[in-house]
């Protein structure tokens, strides 16, 4: 079965200053998504950024970007410029490829500080 | 709008009284599931359907059913609700195998 860790369970960060959140998975797949889901106060779930494994090159998403190591099993969100609207709890999840079941982390809760 | 609806937002209960939870999705997806977040535990599916009349347990099912009667719905029942089902519930749709999964409003449910 695929886990995925966050070791995080909160961050801060001063606005206009880049964090970076950590997520570490365990699959014995090759083919996968990876996502990082954005849930504010209002609790909706936004989807901030995806990647397919099979794509060596990082997705990016304006001020999102993620590190994505496979060997590793490591990918990691780094907000660059945060700003207050960024504060919310952040998922990481994992999908198998061709297969809609979707396991999150922990989450980690971002506070981004004026 | 391309949207997943979830009924009711808000929900205080009694233990032991029937409840349904109803979630609604607009985008002819095949997929849809159920979670519940709860701290420091991220989400949980409960149950998730990949097509009409198709339903399956996911890791945390006891104490709910489902059904799958329509493609565009999949009510969530809880026969005798107990504290421990406290939660906030999520229904969340998708294309079968291709994308990320779309996620209703959520539905906070406090079971005394």
């Known amino acids: 079965a695929q886990t995925v860790t966050q070791s995080q369970p909160e961050m801060s960060v001063q606005e206009a200053e880049t964090v970076t959140l950590s997520c570490t998975y365990d699959t014995s797949e090759n083919n996968y998504y990876l996502f990082w889901y954005k849930q504010p106060p209002s609790r909706q779930m936004i989807l901030v950024i995806r990647q397919e494994a099979y794509k060596q090159q990082n997705a990016t998403e304006n001020r999102f970007s993620v590190n994505f190591q496979k060997a590793a099993k490591s990918f990691s969100l780094k907000i660059s410029d945060s700003q207050l609207g960024d504060t919310a709890m952040y998922f990481c999840a994992f999908m198998k490829y061709m297969n809609n079941d979707m396991r999150f982390g922990a989450g980690t809760r971002l506070t981004v500080k004026p | 709008e391309a949207q997943v609806t979830q009924n009711p937002r808000y929900l205080i209960t009694v233990t032991g009284k029937k409840l349904t939870v109803t979630c609604s999705q607009n985008m002819n997806h095949e997929y849809m599931s159920w979670y519940r977040q709860d701290p420091g535990l991220g989400l949980r599916q409960i149950y998730y359907?990949?097509?009409?009349?198709?339903?399956d347990k996911g890791d945390v099912p006891e104490g709910y059913k489902v059904s799958r009667k329509e493609k565009r719905n999949f009510p969530l029942i809880l026969e005798s609700p107990s504290p421990n089902q406290t939660s906030l519930y999520f229904c969340a749709s998708g294309r079968r195998g291709v994308t990320e999964a779309f996620f209703g409003q959520g539905t906070r449910l406090t079971v005394v």
């Open positions: 359907s990949m097509n009409v009349e198709v339903t």
